[in-house]
Nanobody
Framework: QVQVVESGGGLVQPGGSLRLSCAHS????????MNWYRQAPGKEREFVAY????????KYADSVKGRFTISRDCSRNTVHLQMNSLQPEDPAVYYC?????????????????WGQGPLVTVSS
């Protein structure tokens, strides 16, 4: 069973830093592109960051560009989201999302998996 499990959420002061981690299991990690999304209360879920299956390409939402960094550790089947200079608009539930590269898709395995989402709070 393919799953992703996040960790690392919590409370941080404005301007502070936090690192989220997402552990992938149940299939070949290198077959999946990884994403982070977030959802604040009363708002729709929005894209935050993307990293390709081989780690060679990343993309960011404009709102986090220059402050957040996504990376993947293939030795630990884990993707990280380093969040620096956290602002009052950043608090949300942050979700890890794994999507299989289409050429690696096969019956019995989901094309995409969501994590449960750790809560990130920014408060002084």
């Amino acid at each position: 069973q393919v799953q992703v499990v996040e960790s690392g959420g919590g409370l941080v002061q404005p301007g502070g830093s936090l690192r989220l981690s997402c552990a992938h299991s149940g299939d070949v990690f290198a077959n999946y592109a990884m994403n982070w999304y977030r959802q604040a209360p009363g708002k729709e879920r929005e894209f935050v960051a993307y990293i390709s299956s081989n780690g060679g390409s990343t993309k960011y939402a404009d709102s986090v560009k220059g402050r957040f960094t996504i990376s993947r550790d293939c030795s630990r089947n884990t993707v990280h989201l380093q969040m620096n200079s956290l602002q009052p608009e950043d608090p949300a539930v942050y979700y890890c999302h794994a999507t299989v590269v289409p050429i690696f898709a096969r019956p019995g395995y989901p094309d995409a998996v969501w994590g449960q989402g750790p809560l990130v709070t920014v408060s002084s």
